[in-house]
């Protein structure tokens, strides 16, 4: 028990953290979910201090002092804590709306309460500051906490939850739930897609699924397609066909990776284990289909998807564009911090032209351009706050794939899905802003410090940032 709670104690806690937006998006609202990420996210903090992975033969205090030292000597940390200040005060710098100059008789865009600090809409700044608490606690972990065992135990469990959250959801837009109705009618005009995180962890529960025979999971094979399966159905019924289609290229990609790498490394029998539960997992979208609307067989359901309005219509391409140069305009007014977070629909009314008009909705919540939407709300700040911890990942992943060179395990399907994951996050975002969601944001930050904590251990300095679980010593006790 002593070994059991520090290994996967604490890869639970930050499962249920990535995921428990999933859960609750069909009947709450962003302050309740932000009030829960933030709650979960302190929990998981503790736990990642107090329960780290511990080395062959460490005693828990000297484990507590060892990632506490690694914690402090990592710049992400500090890049960070910045990160969550500034995140913080535009939470709490509201004002951002709609001004009447009684002078001038003239509506303008009031900025907000302190004008040379990042600012919000009333309500809008509470689940930006929760995402970000909740990257920073994942990311964290991932780098000094965890070991191989435990980053596999968070994949599967992180995986297998979102498939729950995502066959629920399923039935309660069936059932006429307003939440989820909206989330499974996947129009542009709600600012972003739900079904963007379950194609996240679709990616993640085939990673696992490799995983599965490094850690011995053998007989849980049936779970791993669930949790397969499940994500996958989530993001077909919550994305558009155009992205769930992208996504499944994604995937194909991956479990070509998982399929040689296991064929490799393990046996061809193994492989084939593999192949079976990736087609019992196919299973899982076309059974919740025709258990949801038995009338109609899975296929008519693809061809009503496919022949629906779609993100390549001449209507949708040309509401982009609007919606570029509303953008656009709105940085430029605003270039370093932006007009405010949850602003756009405000701008929409003074950046619109006359032909405008004819094409976009006002109730738009972002634009359909992720990186206009990034800028023209939260400014160039804004986009260094997303840059800054990616570039220090990124740095991460290729000081660590150079060191793979010199020798040592390496498990590549960890390795690439981070890669992957980023990838097919940024081709969706030239026509969607999901990947400012803080539950995509969530899973992605997670996704890429696993990917370069995949790698072999570089030699260690003194202010290296190495997963604790990933010493020589201490990876016997986490599975490797």
Known sequence: MQKLIPKYGVAAHLAFLAVSPLFLFPYCGEGWIASVVICLSVLAA????????????????????????SLVADPLFWVFVVILLLSGIRWANGGVGMGYDAELRKWSLRGPTCSFMPGTVEGCGAYPFAGTLGAFVLVMSFRHVLGKAARMSFLFVSSFLAAIAAITACVMAHLG???????????????????????????????????????????????????????????????????????????????????????????????????????????????????????????????????????????????????????????????????????????????????????????????TSGWWALLAERGIVGALMFALPLGFMVYSFFRRLVGAFSGGSTFVPGCFLGVIAVATLAVQSFIDPSFLAPEAVMAVAAFIAMSAASFPLVKKTATDDTPAGDKSKGDREDGR
């Open 46 to 69: 503790v736990w990642m201090v107090m329960e780290p992975s511990r080395r062959s033969g460490e005693l828990l205090f000297e484990a507590r002092e060892r990632v506490v030292r």
């Open 177 to 367: 739930v307003s939440g989820a109705v909206q989330a499974a009618s996947a129009q542009t005009v709600i600012g972003s897609f739900a079904g963007t995180a379950f194609a996240l962890y679709f990616l993640g529960g085939l990673t696992a699924l490799a995983g599965m025979f490094e850690i011995g999971w053998n007989k849980m094979l049936l779970l791993f397609s669930i949790a397969i399966g499940g994500t996958f159905a989530g993001a077909a019924i919550f994305l558009p066909p155009q992205l769930s289609a992208l996504y499944m290229v994604a995937g194909i990609v991956a479990i070509l990776v998982m399929l040689v790498y296991v064929g490799i490394t393990r046996s061809a029998a193994d492989s084939l284990k593999c192949a079976v539960a990736i087609l019992i997992a196919s299973l899982i979208p076309i059974l919740l289909i025709l258990a949801l609307d038995p009338g109609v067989s899975a296929f008519e359901h693809f061809c009503a998807m496919v022949n629906a309005d779609n993100l390549f219509a001449e209507s949708f391409v040309r509401a982009h564009d609007a919606f570029s140069r509303i953008a656009f305009k709105e940085w430029t007014i605003h270039p370093w911090l932006g007009s405010g977070v949850g602003s756009f629909p405000l701008g929409i009314r003074f950046n619109a032209t006359e032909s405008d008009w004819v094409l976009i909705d006002v109730a738009q919540r972002l634009p």
